[in-house]
């Protein structure tokens, strides 16, 4: 079946999402929608399947405009969505998924489990998952869980099929396998809509590549096109992509994690006994498919985990048990993984985040007053020196684009004497301009002679940036590792495999 996306406009007031987009995916096509987070990409998706109206435009299949005023008139009409967030209830058995919203019913109107069992069986049998239709899908791992969205979609027999952001909480295997069933679904003849911002899958999987920025179709590209290419399409201007770093010069001191232990609220062990040091001079990479214990390693060595057990010493002090303020005042910079929820006060203006946690130092404040003449000249300093793109030192930080707001962030934490850099998540939701900029900071403070530690889930992110790499699964660690390792070895420590182990 043939889309075609003509014209279409998308408003949220006076944000235009879409502005007159003009894309046409063939049958047997693989079609990369390529651009930032915030460019647009998904709102356009929401619009074809439904979920969004368009203020201008239209929807064809095969040359017919189509009217959807809903999800479900989309899927009626043969098109299928692989949402980034699966679209599936944990509690439900995988047929079950598959068949809600056009159950089957037997006599007396019972469900027919039956039918939806072989039927999950039958499309498993076709393209080689191992998937149990009885499998309650909260127990399967996130691979598994896209393989039942997938056969969730081509159930309601899909012939256009878009995969939103499909890649981002697989691991490098996961995301080969991946590859593999949308080019068997291409050479079956489904018309294939892949979303992304990630430069080597579109190059390793799409027919055509469309590049969107900030709401508009900005070019084409053919998959030949290198990575360089497209990033300049994406940001509009020149873009160096590889993070250029010397050897580690190691000092002496840093950080000593011993037998880290944090338990959840319902008694989960999140982070089991894990031990690891990280020295001056050097980026260690923590590693791991999102939701390993990663986010709660962070959150303990900040302070911020409730029930922590073990040590956390930095310079020979012992940090488990300081508040938040404290292990703050004690020179660790901190960038959380949520920047929204935890790294700026949208309200506040660009100068008053970028002291957030230093309001009441004497540096910019007598009597309780905040002395604005000091605060606006650091602010326009740290305004110049990291590139932020904003009006002004008043301007609100909220109102900043993502990847500004995450500069404000790291600008605030990089503007005081530091004995650790903590970095969940650096460069999420940010464009690729941004990543560059924020890549060179890292690396500079490393070479300050800074111990850091960089958490990403972007593997490409981590290859570029570390020293070492700590990978982490189920809140232990699989191993630590050279940054030169192979990305399909590290793939198997992702998920749980240490094949070094093995080796040695």
Do not use: C, W
């Not at 310079?315 to 993984?337: I, K």
């Not at 009597?367 to 740290?382: M, Q, S």
């Amino acid at each position: 079946m043939k889309l075609e996306l003509r014209g279409i406009t998308k408003r949220f007031g006076s944000l235009v999402a879409n502005d007159h987009i003009d894309i046409v995916v063939e049958p047997g096509q693989i079609h990369a929608l390529l651009g930032e987070n915030g460019a647009g990409k998904s709102t356009l998706m929401n619009v074809l399947y439904g979920l969004y109206r368009a203020d201008e435009g239209e929807i064809l299949l095969d040359d017919v405009v189509q009217d959807f005023r809903g999800p479900g008139d989309a899927m009626a009409a043969g098109i299928g969505m692989v949402h980034q967030h699966f679209m599936l209830i944990p509690v439900f058995t995988v047929a079950e998924n598959v068949m809600l919203g056009h159950e089957q019913t037997g006599l007396l109107g019972s469900l027919d489990l039956a039918a939806a069992r072989a039927h999950v069986r039958a499309v498993a049998a076709r393209f080689g998952f191992d998937v149990d239709p009885d499998a309650l899908v909260g127990d399967l791992p996130v691979g598994v869980q896209q393989r039942v969205e997938i056969i969730k979609a081509l159930s309601r027999d899909a012939k256009v099929l878009v995969f939103d952001e499909p890649t981002a909480v697989l691991t490098p295997q996961e995301t080969d396998e991946l590859m593999a069933i949308m080019k068997q679904l291409r050479d079956e003849g489904t018309a294939i809509v892949f979303i992304t911002h990630k430069l080597r899958e579109v190059r390793a999987v799409a027919d055509r590549i469309t590049v969107i920025r900030l709401g508009r179709v900005v070019g084409e590209a053919e998959p030949t096109a290198s990575n360089t290419e497209l990033a300049s399409m994406m940001v509009g201007r020149p873009v160096e992509l590889t993070v250029h770093k010397d050897p580690p010069r190691l000092g002496t001191g840093g950080l000593e994690v011993r037998d880290l232990r944090v338990v959840g609220a319902d008694g989960v062990v999140l982070v089991d006994d894990i031990s690891f040091d990280v020295r001056p001079g050097e980026v260690l990479a923590v590693a791991g498919v999102q939701g390993n214990g990663q986010t709660e390693l962070a959150e303990a060595i900040m302070g911020l985990g409730v029930h922590t057990t073990g040590s956390i010493r930095l310079d020979g002090a012992e940090m488990l048990g300081r508040s938040v303020n404290q292990v703050l005042a004690s020179g660790v910079g901190f960038v959380p993984e949520d920047r929204g929820e935890d790294g700026l006060v949208g309200a506040f203006s660009v100068a008053e985040n970028l002291i957030l946690d230093r309001s009441d130092d004497p540096e910019f404040s007598r009597y309780g007053t905040i002395l604005r003449g000091v605060l606006d000249d650091f602010a326009k300093e740290r305004i110049a020196e990291f590139d932020i793109r904003t009006q002004g030192p008043g301007q609100a930080a909220g109102s900043l684009s993502g990847g500004n707001q995450q500069k404000v962030v790291i600008a605030r934490e990089l503007s005081r004497s530091l004995k650790l850099f903590l970095a969940s998540q650096p460069t999420r939701g940010v464009d690729v301009g941004s990543i560059e900029f924020i890549h060179k900071r890292i690396v500079e403070t490393r070479d300050a002679g800074i111990p850091v530690i960089v958490v990403s889930t972007e593997l490409d992110e981590v290859v570029a940036l570390a020293d070492r790499i700590l990978v982490m699964y189920r809140g232990r660690i699989v191993g630590i590792v050279p940054a030169t390792t192979p990305r399909d070895v590290l793939g198997l420590m992702m998920a749980g495999e240490n094949p070094t182990e093995d080796a040695a």
